[in-house]
């Protein structure tokens, strides 16, 4: 089956612009997640969704950032007037469910899209 | 908080077994997984340890001792595709889902 797809695959921007960056998670699950990855490093957690819930933003950097969710389909990242520090890949991921405490590892399993790198100028 | 210490870089040869190292500080966690990522590509996950004890899959084992806070991830058979960067990640028990990822590690595998 489909896996799950991000878009653009790479984004240029000015700085001071707003993008948005679209996730398609794998159907049937209803976890989401967004991570950041800056080059060389590892993964930043930015944002949460599990079905109707909540959002948890803990994660998100500044208020110029904000993700949606439209039930649990695709998701939308914004950020808002963009800085160079904002340069980055974004990676978005997508897991069955509310990831199990002892369960196989097939309930703890995420699995990422190819990214969106982020370049601001 | 918390915080995942992997080593930076790791080179070993085309047949050889590696292990890659992580030791973690957090104050509860569900489980420890390993996830691979080639350059430019997307993590895929390896493995899950929710307890104690060797988990195998195939050339690829992971071990888990939360009384040492510690866990590895062990290679085999190692080829050339294995050549990539490898991360621990742990979901605390503070009510939040998401995985804390380790620094990376990354592997290089000569011939």
């Known amino acids: 089956g489909a896996g799950v797809s991000q878009s653009p695959s790479n984004k240029v921007t000015e700085k001071g612009k707003d993008v948005e960056l679209r996730c398609d998670p794998i159907?049937?699950?209803?976890?989401l997640y967004w991570y950041r990855q800056r080059l060389g490093q590892g993964l930043e957690f930015l944002i949460y969704f599990q079905g109707n819930s909540a959002p948890d933003k803990s994660g998100l950097p500044s208020d110029r950032f904000s993700a949606e969710r439209t039930g649990e389909s695709v998701s939308t990242l914004t950020i808002q007037r963009t800085q160079q520090e904002d340069s980055a890949v974004y990676l978005c991921a997508s897991s069955l469910s509310r990831m199990e405490t002892g369960g196989p590892s097939s309930y703890n399993e995420q699995f990422f899209g190819p990214g969106t790198r982020l370049t601001v100028l | 908080g918390q915080s995942l210490e992997q080593p930076s870089e790791v080179t070993a040869v085309e047949g050889a077994i590696v292990q890659i190292n992580c030791t973690y500080q957090t104050s509860g966690f569900y489980g420890l997984s390993w996830y691979q990522q080639h350059d430019g590509g997307a993590p895929t996950f390896l493995s899950y340890?929710?307890?104690?004890g060797l988990e195998e899959t195939g050339r690829f084992s992971s071990f888990l001792s939360r009384s040492d806070s510690y866990g590895y991830l062990l290679l085999q058979e190692l080829q050339m595709k294995d050549s990539a960067s490898y991360f621990c990640a742990v979901r605390e028990k503070t009510g939040a889902n998401n995985l804390f990822f380790g620094t990376g590690t990354r592997l290089t595998v000569i011939p």
């Open positions: 159907s049937g699950h209803t976890a």
């Open positions: 340890n929710a307890l104690d």
